[in-house]
């Protein structure tokens, strides 16, 4: 919804200045914002006096608020109302809101009023607490980044624990609790169930496949939750686990996927052997071997020994962390060299 509303802002300047508005209200509800602290906000935002009047609530008292742009309390009127909004809560009217400008109002007022009635509303509404399943939700599927910390706080979790997302197909029992991070839930969504872990301590492969994600922090899990996806998508009889970090630069094919080179250690690693003569190499004896698709063949482009072009795979395989001329490690190696090798922003290649 955001980014249709960017669009249309795109088309109208006046349209910008009222999607600005409303996100900047839809924000202060967002990061749990209370009537003072909206107060002060809208006098900043309208850069004049604001106020705020709730008398419609016997049970919760009488709150009269005036507010500088400056965040002072301005108890005394100073100015005419220029613009003024009913705040209803269910259908009754329960206060009002208004700002008090001086001179020409401006042509974003009303908007800016009638987002402070609407505001005001849903704070002094009373609202239920999330359950750990909802803060669950949050914490891998969040809206934003403070979502993400106050689901950490609510489910007490340390946000730079590590963390691993495991997907599966709905076998819960695949899972032990002492594994599970803080208090945080299995969370099923498009008939997959994920669950954060600080760690693997069993795995059940025999009733269900499972995916496991790149490692992060609790504040980053979200971003790696495609790549658990990813990896149980790529699960079969013949291999019922598949771990993302197995799967390395083939992780940027995730759907949606926010993934980063950095993010993904074979290419960390890449860049750094790259970096140095020996590495660079290596790297060049793999990117022939993969060309040619044999020993022998890299080695007679390459006027070598095939046991010299097998050394060199051998301590580049060491570096990287994984057999570079296995079968099973070839479109592995291949997404490592593409995406290295690929063309920059700039349309320069990368350490060629």
Same mark, same amino acid.
């Given at each position: 919804m955001?980014?249709l509303?960017?669009r249309?802002?795109?088309l #109208?300047a006046?349209?910008?200045?009222?999607v600005?508005?409303i996100?900047y209200?839809?924000?202060?509800?967002?990061?749990?914002?209370?009537?003072?602290?909206?107060?002060?906000?809208?006098?900043a935002?309208? &850069?004049?006096?604001?106020?705020?009047?709730i008398?419609?609530?016997?049970?919760a008292?009488?709150?009269? =608020?005036r507010?500088?742009?400056?965040?002072?309390?301005?108890?005394?009127?100073q100015?005419p109302?220029?613009s003024?909004?009913?705040?209803?809560?269910d259908?009754?009217?329960?206060?009002?809101?208004?700002i008090?400008?001086?001179g020409t109002p401006?042509?974003l007022d &009303?908007m800016?009023?009638d987002?402070?009635a609407l505001?005001?509303?849903?704070?002094?509404?009373?609202h239920r607490?999330?359950? #750990?399943?909802?803060?669950?939700?949050n914490?891998l599927?969040?809206v934003?980044?403070?979502a993400v910390?106050t689901?950490?706080a609510a489910l007490?979790?340390?946000?730079?624990a590590?963390?691993?997302?495991?997907?599966?197909?709905?076998?819960s029992?695949l899972?032990?609790l002492?594994?599970t991070t803080?208090?945080?839930l299995a969370?099923?969504?498009d008939?997959?169930?994920?669950?954060?872990?600080?760690t693997i301590l069993r795995?059940?492969?025999?009733d *269900?496949?499972i995916?496991?994600s790149?490692?992060g922090t609790a504040a980053?899990a979200?971003?790696?939750?495609?790549t658990?996806r990813f990896?149980y998508?790529?699960?079969?009889?013949?291999?019922?686990?598949v771990?993302a970090?197995d799967?390395?630069?083939?992780n940027?094919?995730?759907?949606n996927?926010?993934?980063?080179?950095?993010d993904?250690?074979?290419?960390?690693?890449v860049r750094?052997l790259?970096?140095?003569?020996?590495g660079a190499?290596l790297? *060049? =004896?793999?990117?022939?071997?993969?060309r040619s698709?044999?020993l022998r063949?890299?080695?007679?482009q390459l006027h070598l020994?095939?046991?010299?072009?097998?050394?060199r795979?051998?301590?580049?395989?060491?570096?990287l962390g994984?057999?570079?001329?296995?079968?099973e490690?070839?479109?592995?190696?291949?997404?490592m060299?593409?995406?290295?090798c690929?063309?920059?922003?700039?349309?320069q290649?990368?350490n060629?």
């Amino acid at each position: 919804m955001q980014g249709l509303m960017y669009r249309l802002a795109e088309l #109208d300047a006046d349209s910008a200045g009222l999607v600005r508005v409303i996100d900047y209200f839809d924000a202060l509800i967002r990061h749990g914002a209370d009537t003072a602290t909206m107060m002060r906000a809208s006098a900043a935002l309208a &850069d004049c006096v604001v106020g705020m009047d709730i008398s419609g609530r016997p049970a919760a008292g009488h709150e009269h =608020t005036r507010c500088s742009p400056h965040g002072r309390l301005s108890p005394t009127s100073q100015h005419p109302t220029s613009s003024r909004k009913d705040v209803i809560i269910d259908d009754v009217v329960v206060g009002t809101v208004w700002i008090e400008r001086t001179g020409t109002p401006l042509p974003l007022d &009303d908007m800016l009023v009638d987002r402070m009635a609407l505001t005001a509303a849903y704070i002094l509404q009373p609202h239920r607490v999330l359950t #750990d399943s909802e803060h669950s939700a949050n914490l891998l599927f969040p809206v934003d980044d403070m979502a993400v910390l106050t689901s950490c706080a609510a489910l007490g979790i340390d946000p730079g624990a590590p963390i691993r997302v495991l997907a599966h197909g709905g076998k819960s029992d695949l899972i032990p609790l002492s594994a599970t991070t803080g208090r945080a839930l299995a969370v099923t969504l498009d008939d997959l169930v994920f669950v954060p872990v600080t760690t693997i301590l069993r795995l059940s492969p025999a009733d *269900a496949n499972i995916g496991i994600s790149l490692p992060g922090t609790a504040a980053t899990a979200h971003l790696y939750v495609g790549t658990a996806r990813f990896a149980y998508s790529l699960t079969s009889d013949e291999q019922p686990i598949v771990d993302a970090t197995d799967l390395g630069a083939l992780n940027l094919l995730a759907v949606n996927s926010e993934l980063a080179q950095e993010d993904i250690p074979d290419l960390v690693r890449v860049r750094e052997l790259a970096a140095t003569d020996a590495g660079a190499e290596l790297l *060049a =004896t793999l990117r022939v071997y993969l060309r040619s698709g044999t020993l022998r063949g890299a080695a007679y482009q390459l006027h070598l020994h095939h046991s010299s072009v097998a050394h060199r795979l051998a301590k580049l395989s060491h570096h990287l962390g994984f057999t570079v001329d296995s079968i099973e490690n070839r479109s592995r190696a291949e997404a490592m060299m593409m995406v290295h090798c690929s063309r920059t922003p700039t349309g320069q290649l990368n350490n060629r």
